[in-house]
Each structure stands twice: as C-alpha cells, then as structure tokens.
C-alpha cells in the first residue's frame, strides 16, 4: 500500500434485535433467554410500575429467574453505576433488563458493561433515543453532564411496546422527536468533516440514509401523531415516529455524530439561563445550524413551521430569554470548546453562531 494512500474504515455497530409493536415486551423473557435464565431488572420507578407486571410475567413464563430488581433509578450517575454492578454480580445474573427512559436505560447499560453481562433495553417512553444505543450519559450528583460512555457493545435486545409507550404523556414524544430532528443535519455535516479532515472513521452511507429516512418519517407523521396521541389514539404515524426516534435516529447519530445543533444545545444549557428539555434545546438548535449551513429558504422555512405545527420551540423566548452575554458564552462554547464542534466540516466563530441566532430570532431566512 502507498504510504500516502488514505485508509478509510467504514463502521456500523447496531443492537442484535429491535422488536417494536404492541404487547412486544411480551417476548422480552422468548428472547432473553438466549442469554441465561437470571435476570437482574433496572428501572425507573414509573417506568416499572407501568411495566413491571409486564415483564417479570414474559421472563417467568420463559423460565427465567428475576435475581435482581432495582425500580428506583432517578440519575445516570457513576455513583449509581457503581453500586448497582456491585450488586448486579452478587445475584449472578446472566443479564441485565433497564427499564424506562434515558436515565434508567443508560445506567443499566453501563451496569451491564461493569458485569460483563449483556444488557436487554425496554423502553416506555419515547423522550431518548438511548435503548438501542451503546452510549450512556453520565450526570454528577448535582445533575450536570459529566461524560459519555462509549460501552464495547449496544443493547442485545431491544424492545418497544407502543402500546406503553403510546400510554406516556405526549410530550415525551416531542421531545423525542426534537432530538431525533438534529441527526439529519448533524450526520450530514460530521461525514463533510470527516471527508475533508480525513483523519478517521468515515460513516458508512447506510447511516446517513437512517438519518434521513427519520427526518423524512417525522416529517411526514410527526405532525399527525402528535394529534393522534393527544386524542388517545394510536395510530399508524404513532409507530412510525416511535421507529424515527428509537431505531432510525438512534442508529444514524450513533454511527456518524453530533455537531453544531448538539455543541450549541450544551453551549446554552451551561449559561444557566436556558430553561428547557433536551429536545426541545435541540431542535431550536438545528433550525440555528440549518441558517448556519445556508440550507436552501425553503427547506429551513418548511423545519421551523413544522416545528411550530407540532409544538417545538422556534425562538429563544420559549427558554426565557437568555441575555446577549449569556449568548455570546453559548456561541463560544458550541464555536470550538465543545467536542461536538470537531464535527463540523470548517472551523466556526462564534459570531457567525450569534448570526445564525439573530437570523433564527428575527425570521429572516
Ligand atoms: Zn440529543
């Protein structure tokens, strides 16, 4: 090989199984029991009060043994993780169910890693897009990000009963989409970077067509399904944004990476002025890279409607009104101090962020 010669690797890591429909948490246990006959189950409280009858049925029909049963998991934190795969190895589980949203499935993630145990996902809500992923966030005890763990291996099983997760309050499934609205943009911009930087990884196609295979999808349903779901009814565009945010995004960002819409979401968290949920950062924050990337009118006009339509924040005002200083100090974290930056194709400045801001805040795209 020339010396001169450039190795490009293209990888995909991906979870064994993803079993999505109603009443599939029922072939939890048929499924797990692949991988042993003890299970250790880590939740949120909600979470298994809503499941819990649920899944300790599917593994006891399928003759495996709950050895171990945490239902209070509030915070990802290393403290948490800690304990509980101390614990986790006293019972010999072969396995490890997380239960719940975000936080309770990224700590049993990172509990199973710590057992060197496969870890199973099931999740109730549609807020994160963490089940499938091989990621866990971890939080400080004061509840401020800490880390990312990349973790050796996703969720060898994952499953989404729509039925529980349709059954959620709605707004957990807008979040989700705002966060799932990012991977498009910022999978787009992290394979130009690497493409021109080429000094790593590049994603492989299969990837970036995830990512915009889950735009597309919340394009066309999200707007529906939100309807839907404040009607009580679950419909098809119900499944279809549930696939868009927990498989399709989940695997896009996870085998490209975030960039400016997540760099600019920490940027305005650390100001301490931004009230707001994740997703709902994270989308004001793409339509901000969208101007930044001088998408086309049209395209950028057609994301910031559809937010509205589906009730994502499109203007600084809905997080409180954050000051200029407080801006500047977003626009410079989110410029080059965030990892995330690196993932941009050119070096930002923060006043072209700032511009990009006053674009978004005055409508003049
Ligand atoms: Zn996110």
């Given at each position: ?15 064994s ?6 009443g599939?948490?029922?072939y939890l ?18 979470a ?5 009858d ?6 006891d ?47 049993a993630?990172?509990?199973a ?45 994952v ?15 807008i ?9 498009k943009?910022e999978?787009e911009?992290?394979?130009k ?11 492989p ?16 349903h ?6 839907d ?11 279809e ?6 498989l399709?995004s ?5 085998n ?32 901000v890279?969208?101007v ?8 950028v ?15 600084l005002?809905?997080f ?31 006043s ?9 805040e005055?409508?003049?795209?």
């Open positions: 090989m020339d010396k001169f010669e450039r190795i490009t690797i293209r990888k995909m890591v991906t979870p199984l993803y079993l999505q429909g109603k599939a948490i029922y246990g048929q499924k797990a029991f692949t991988f042993g006959d003890k299970a250790y189950v880590v939740g949120g409280s909600t298994l009060e809503v499941a819990g649920r899944i300790k049925k599917s593994l029909s399928n003759g495996i043994e709950v050895v171990g049963w945490r239902d209070s998991v509030k915070d990802c934190t290393h403290a948490t993780i800690n304990r509980l795969a101390e614990e986790g190895k006293h019972t010999k589980a072969h396995f490890v169910v997380g239960v719940g949203g975000g936080r309770a499935i990224d700590t993630k990172a509990v890693w710590k057992m060197n145990a496969p870890a199973i996902s099931v999740g109730t809500q549609c807020a994160t897009n963490a089940d499938a992923s091989a990621e866990s966030v971890v939080y400080t005890e004061d509840h401020r990000y800490l880390e990312t763990l990349v973790l050796p291996r996703n969720p060898v099983v499953i989404e009963d729509t039925e529980i997760i349709a059954r959620a309050p709605v707004k957990f499934l979040w989700g989409m705002g966060d799932a609205l990012s991977t943009f999978s911009a992290f394979a970077a690497r493409d021109k930087k080429k000094d790593a990884e590049v994603p196609t299969a990837a970036l067509a995830l990512a915009d295979s889950c735009y597309r999808s919340l394009m066309e999200g707007q529906k399904a939100v309807t779901l404040k009607n009580g009814i679950h419909s098809h565009e119900v499944d944004v549930i696939e868009a945010v927990k399709s989940a695997m896009a960002f996870e490209t990476g975030c960039a400016l819409a997540h760099a600019l979401h920490n940027g305005l968290t650390r100001t301490g002025q931004v009230r707001g949920e994740h997703g709902e950062i994270v989308a004001y924050a793409t339509i890279q969208a930044f990337e001088n998408r086309p009118r049209d395209d006009r057609h994301l910031v409607s559809w937010c509205d339509r589906v009730g994502l924040p499109t203007r005002k809905y409180g009104e954050p000051s200029k200083s407080a801006l500047r100090m977003a626009a410079e974290h989110a410029a080059d101090k965030d990892a995330n930056s690196k993932n941009m194709p050119d070096k930002m400045r923060p072209e962020i700032l511009e990009a801001i006053d674009k978004v005055r409508g003049a795209f």
